[in-house]
């Protein structure tokens, strides 16, 4: 769905709710990582691009003495209208229920002016809990609409909109997400992918506009919830794995060192790791490498670090084949050392890659369900969505490019 479209729906609920026009406007994308998964918040490499998909907030300042915040979004927790005492020092907002407007008030309560009451509307075309950063999409959003309603004193530059974006969600969504989402939501290019260096914050442009080559996203329709404990838990193994490595963080650990750390011995077939704790440094850390399951955690992301930087300059080159077997490899890194995959997400990307035409498929996003993401030769496209939904009949598929980031709707005077 086109951002006109969805502004246009963002603006005929606010007229039917508020019974008057909305006179500001922002809008920003969700995102659809082609590798690069689970790296971000350990000083990794990402490589998304943004979607043609949106979130659009539009209002107005309001003489109420609230914030009055609606979503269009059917699958938010209730209730869709919320009122809201403004911001302050002296009466700081909170995170609750309902758990959509959490993200809205982190955003309020980390802009760099004070915001005065307002009216506004919410509606968007990303799906929510499907792996394509929804609700990046909704902080950048609303704090481009807020750009807009409530100037700031000195222009905000793009990273500065970004980390503020990030640290809403940490603090209000307590979702201890990385950086790219809110990076790519606000810097997305169209025809582009974008190569973010999550250490230095350093980007890198590459070209994705091969008329001959398209991406295809399947929504598995399972949902995720990534607010819970499964992703609190992957972080924090990362974590200790590169405190017992005696690193900052697993960015800084190559496979050789991870590989010296352990021996491998087979009895009946099984393959039973034995940590030589003779190879970890001596910081009182040695027993908390606990098993092989933060071994395998660490595992993927270290790999998967070196597949990311491997893939844009392969893209670059147009080399889709080999692009296409970093994306296999991630995928079967993610589901089987990192255990973010699902039974749902494993059969669209099988049944992607049973089509001849099919470069590479993989899971996209945090994890637990939502879409994978397939790069196609454009002719076969429409056989390979045929073959996934004869296999995987909840699926809905829809072919993207690259868009634009976030940015500010003109209205014209009513």
Known sequence: MTADIVFERACKVFDNRYQQKPNVAGCAPGRVNLIGEHTDYNDGFVFPMALQDVTVVVGRLSENNVYRITTTAERADLPHNIEILPHSPEQSLQPGKPSWANYVKGVIANYPSVVPPFDAVIASSVPLGGGLSSSASVEVAFFTFLQQLVPTPNPIDDKAKALACQKAEHQFANMPCGIMDQFISVMGKKNKALLIDCRSLETRLVAMNDPNVVVLITNTNVH???????????????????????????????????????????????????????????????????NEETYRRARHVVSEITRCEKAATVLENNDYETFGKLMVQSHESLRDDFEVSCSELDSVVRLAMEVDGVFGSRMTGGGFGGCSVSLVKKEVVDRVIKHIKAGYSKATCFTTIAGDGAKPIVIPDQ
Do not use: W
């Open 224 to 290: 995720h919830e990534l607010t819970g404990s499964e992703y609190p838990s992957r972080r924090r193994q990362c974590e200790e794995s590169a405190k017992v490595l005696g690193k900052k963080s697993l960015r800084d650990v190559t496979m050789e060192e991870l590989e010296g750390m352990i021996t491998r011995s087979f009895s009946n077939s099984v393959c039973t790791f034995i940590y030589q704790l003779s190879e970890l440094p001596n910081n009182g850390a040695r027993s908390k490498f606990k």
